[in-house]
Every structure is written in C-alpha cells, then in structure tokens.
C-alpha cells in the first residue's frame, strides 16, 4: 500500500493545472508498472482468462465510481488496459496517481 491509496480524488477546478512531464516522471516509481503514453498514466494487466478480465474491469469501475474519476478501459479475452488522464484539466493530475495506486492493490 503506497500513500496514494490512502488519498481521496478532488474535484479538479478551473484553478488546478496540470503536471509537468518531469512531475509526472518522478512520481511514477510510485505507481509500479505504469508508464506515461501520449500524456497519460497507463498500465495494461493479464489475466489466465476472460472471467478474471471482466471481473478486474468491474473492480476498476467500482474504484472509478467511488472516486469520481473514470479511466479509458480497453479491455480483451486475457488482458486489460487501464489510461488516465484528468481530461477537466487537459493533463495528469494528483487524482490520476491516486486512482492508479488503487487499482494496482487490487492485482
């Protein structure tokens, strides 16, 4: 458990700017295996079958719901891909990295 997860998402207000590249490249070490791909925090996570898949999906969307922050979820047989980025903001915020640390708990 990193002290992200124990963060909770806020609302990005007109105010919030966004992270630079630099912020976001340091902070990534605290969100193993996420990667930043074309401006957003990305991970993609296998499974032995498509029943794991789907339920790892709904998990994801149960985080997305209780945080108020929704990822693109791309997802296939054995395989899923998680992409955030704080689209109010045009870029990666503190709530992209909150998000991605929870659902690294979940695997």
């Known amino acids: 458990m990193t002290e992200w997860t124990q963060k909770k998402c806020e609302p990005c207000e007109g105010k ?17 295996g996420w990667e930043w791909v ?4 990305e991970k993609t996570f ?3 079958n498509y029943y ?7 998990a994801v ?4 719901h209780r945080e108020d922050h929704h990822p693109d979820i ?3 047989y054995k395989q899923c ?14 709530n992209d990295f ?7 708990d979940l695997s």
């Not at 794991?52 to 709904?58: E, G, I, L, W, Y």
């Not at 969307?61 to 997305?64: E, P, Q, R």
């Not at 891909?81 to 503190?94: E, L, M, Q």
């Open 16 to 32: 919030t700017e966004p992270m630079r590249e630099d912020e976001v490249r340091k902070l990534l070490p605290e969100v193993a």
């Open 38 to 41: 074309d401006g957003a925090l």
């Open 46 to 48: 296998a499974f032995k």
């Open 52 to 58: 794991q898949t789907t339920a790892f999906v709904n």
């Open 61 to 64: 969307v149960w985080i997305a």
């Open 74 to 76: 791309m997802f296939g």
């Open 81 to 94: 891909t998680i992409r955030y980025a704080t689209h109010a903001i045009g870029g990666i915020s503190a």
């Open 98 to 104: 909150i998000c991605a640390a929870k659902i690294n």
